[in-house]
Nanobody
Framework: VQLQASGGGLVQAGGSLRLSCVASGRSFSRTSVAWFRQAPGKEREFVAAIRWIRNSTAYADSVRGRFAISRDNAKNTVYLQMNSLKFEDTAVYYC?????????????????WGQGTLVTVSS
């Protein structure tokens, strides 16, 4: 599976963006997918994840209530809707996938990665 992340850009604080992660190469339906982000000078961190079973979701505390992860298996796409963006959300956002029914908050548990898309939030 090849992953392509897109949708990043420059937005003012309080604004919204929707990121997309499109999979190609094989079906996305039996993969669990996560979004991670890496801010300048910081380590990559977990943002959100969605299981392929029942589409259950998990979020980092820092984004819960502001971000929403969803998927459209017919389009082989996972989305990250980001609302009420803050300056500290500025980062390169990566989507990652693994062919397991459960998600993980650890980047090392994912073996498929997209190239990243930059989100810049101006204060």
């Amino acid at each position: 599976v090849q992953l392509q992340a897109s949708g990043g850009g420059l937005v003012q604080a309080g604004g919204s963006l929707r990121l997309s992660c499109v999979a190609s190469g094989r079906s996305f339906s039996r993969t669990s997918v996560a979004w991670f982000r890496q801010a300048p000078g910081k380590e990559r961190e977990f943002v959100a994840a969605i299981r392929w079973i029942r589409n259950s979701t998990a979020y980092a505390d820092s984004v819960r209530g502001r971000f929403a992860i969803s998927r459209d298996n017919a389009k082989n796409t996972v989305y990250l809707q980001m609302n009420s963006l803050k300056f500290e959300d500025t980062a390169v956002y990566y989507c990652a996938a693994r062919q397991m029914s459960t998600t993980s908050r650890r980047e090392y548990d994912y073996d498929m990665w997209g190239q990243g898309t930059l989100v810049t939030v101006s204060s």
